[in-house]
């Protein structure tokens, strides 16, 4: 079976998954992407995408955004049709970076699959529309509502829809009115336990509030334990930092900012990590969790989102409410007669059942079963 992988992804957790996804996958695959993306295959088909409204003054943003969203919708249109042109028996298409959402690919013979992280959050809750900026709120309206219909059009236009979790898979239902498979995510096959000493807590995603990064810093100086924190993000938001820095100096706790670091750093730190904290807010399912209990790190993740499934509860890790002190009370336990070491194995043999290679073989049997039936549907 040849598989086109279609995409506009940067660094990220969707690249991330994508990348061990294609990895894994047992079929022919050509990638078909844009030049501000970055590939997941030796030799991608590249399109050219340049966007002009990032580098304009805010006062001239606005109508070439509009100008940007007709730029983008272009390209995924030739995307499809070079994909199809290449022969593909089924699309696998991914979000878009850009809208942060997906894209419609255009009228398309062969089967597409759609995956999605979640649903364009900005379009569904309403705690995120509040937040916009009000003087630019109306300004922006227009952009918005195309962005949001672009993002549902391309929902609608799917053979199948594929997703991470439970939760991610009922929010999708709930938003698009589609029902979406779950495949499971899972760990790079180098991320192992070594059995290195815990030296430090470690906290994992982006510099943004809502990641937790503040509940990692407060439960550890309630916990007791004296470890300092570490926290690393793909990239800097300086604000963000100052503001865990200063946190972390009102409760005497020793904090280390890092960004931008190597695989082989971060799994290195998870291995020497007491414990993962993962304390963020509706996290659709959370790669930090699955990655660190494979590199024998025991996790406390919030009790929100589809965190709660990438964890064996009470075997390979804690589900505590979001709140630094029951954070602080998870960490506790851990100190327990062997609790630690026993959680660290499990941990690292279990990780609940999610892997690289299962997630890829439910892609595979979604690809065939689209297959067959656009086959079938050939011949009738």
């Known amino acids: 079976?040849?598989?086109a992988v279609v995409h506009n992804l940067t660094n990220g957790g969707a690249h991330r998954r994508l990348a061990e996804q294609v990895?894994?996958?047992?079929?022919?695959?050509?990638?078909?992407?844009?030049?501000?993306?970055?590939?997941?295959?030796?030799?991608?088909?590249?399109?050219p995408l340049k966007?002009?409204?990032?580098?304009?003054?805010?006062?001239?943003?606005?109508?070439?955004?509009?100008?940007?969203?007709?730029?983008?919708q272009d390209v995924w249109r030739v995307?499809?049709?070079?994909?199809?042109?290449?022969g593909a028996d089924v699309i696998f298409a991914n979000p878009d970076s850009v809208l942060r959402g997906a894209v419609p690919l255009g009228k398309r013979a062969a089967p597409v699959i759609r995956y999605c992280d979640e649903p364009r959050r900005i379009d569904y809750e309403p705690a995120l529309?509040?937040?916009?900026?009000p003087r630019t709120r109306a300004l922006y309206a227009g952009l918005r509502k195309s962005e949001r219909q672009i993002d549902r059009t391309a929902m609608a236009e799917a053979d199948a829809i594929a997703t991470n979790s439970q939760y991610s898979a009922a929010r999708i239902l709930d938003s698009y009115g589609r029902t979406a498979e779950v495949l499971p995510c899972g760990a790079p096959a180098r991320m192992t336990a070594d059995g290195s000493e815990p030296a430090h807590l470690l906290s994992v995603g982006s510099l943004i509030p809502s990641k937790g990064h503040d509940l990692a810093i407060e439960a550890a100086a309630l916990s007791g334990l004296r470890l300092p924190v570490v926290v690393v993000a793909h990239r800097d938001n300086r604000p963000e930092r100052d503001r865990l820095r200063a946190l972390a100096g009102k409760h005497d706790v020793q904090l280390d900012v890092r960004t931008a670091i190597t695989d082989e750093e971060l799994i290195g730190l998870y291995r020497a990590a007491f414990a993962t904290l993962y304390l963020a807010?509706?996290?659709?399912?959370?790669?930090?969790?699955i990655e660190a209990q494979a590199c024998g790190s025991p996790v406390i993740v919030s009790d929100e989102g589809g965190l709660p499934e990438t964890v064996a509860a009470?075997?390979?890790?804690?589900?505590?409410?979001?709140?630094?002190?029951?954070?602080?009370?998870?960490?506790?336990?851990?100190?327990?007669?062997?609790?630690?070491?026993?959680?660290?194995r499990a941990a690292a043999s279990l990780l609940n059942g999610h892997?690289?290679?299962?997630?890829?073989?439910?892609?595979?049997?979604?690809?065939?079963r689209l297959g067959r039936r656009t086959a079938v549907e050939a011949v009738a």
């Open 314 to 344: 009470g075997r390979t890790g804690l589900v505590v409410s979001r709140d630094a002190r029951a954070a602080a009370r998870a960490l506790h336990s851990l100190t327990e007669d062997g609790v630690r070491a026993r959680m660290s």
């Open 355 to 368: 892997s690289w290679p299962a997630s890829a073989a439910g892609l595979a049997a979604m690809a065939e």
């Open 129 to 133: 529309r509040s937040s916009l900026n």
């Open 23 to 47: 990895a894994a996958l047992e079929a022919e695959v050509v990638e078909f992407t844009t030049s501000r993306a970055v590939p997941v295959t030796a030799r991608p088909y590249v399109v």
């Open 51 to 72: 966007l002009v409204a990032p580098t304009l003054p805010p006062v001239l943003r606005p109508l070439q955004r509009h100008r940007d969203l007709r730029t983008l």
């Open 281 to 289: 807010t509706a996290e659709p399912l959370g790669l930090v969790s």
């Open 1 to 3: 079976m040849r598989v």
């Open 79 to 86: 995307l499809g049709a070079l994909a199809e042109r290449d």
